[in-house]
């Protein structure tokens, strides 16, 4: 039977939980531009004031720069409403550019990776029981990871948990593509199919909600993602829905999508009857 649905899965907090990892990489690529910063791997009590400020960042290196405003004792609410102001003083500060960053934090997890691939792979745990739902998803040919993350990290997480997803099914960084702009062209290669992507940033959802050519996705907001309450308050004034990690693994098939014909399961509105 040909496929009806298409997933369209962001992958950090919504496949991997991969916050203190990032947090890690990080502060080591902090640690080589700000020399007052230790080597040392950082406490438990700054990564966990770090998976706080987590739902900040957009895209991985912006953990460097997170990093260094909590080193500076900046508080997390603070980083939390005012990361674009503070972000761009330190780039001012540092003369050094968004570009130069994003290089520096891939070259530091290569390092890792090098250093250790188990050590770096343990780091990235997948959220309980999506590896087995992305097998199936996998197998029934259902979906696409869209991320801000490099590639080569997504297909190698994905590798080690016995998943196979060819690498034209992974559209990250490398692509320097907006996740609207992918999203645009999945649907004029799938037009039959009834999109549905599954985000925990709600500022990447609203500006999906926002674009016309994209009215017809169904937008699935991972409350288990890297969110805050804010977010989950603001996200219910959206036609969003907000979905659990369990309605995620029980919606997300082929047999899924037959429960829900059937009334079962988690409802989802679909906001318009999807055409080209
Ligand atoms: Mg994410």
Redesign the pocket.
Known sequence: MEPTILYAL?????ICDSAVETGMTGWKAAAQLWHDMPKAIPSTILIDRFRQVRPIIETGYEAILAMRLLHQDMSVETILNDFFTQKQALLDQTDTTEDDLKKRFGAVRDAWIEDSLDDWIAMNPLFPNVAEKLKTLTEQDLCYIV?TKQERFVASILKANGITLSADKIFGLDRNKSKETVLTGLMAQYPQRTFYFV???LPTLLKVLANDRLANVNLLFASW??NTADDKQQALRHPIKIISLKDFILIVDQNSAHHLALGEGPKLEVRKVYKL
Do not use: C, K, P
């Open positions: 962001d992958f950090d907090g919504v991320t985000e925990d940033r993602g890297y």
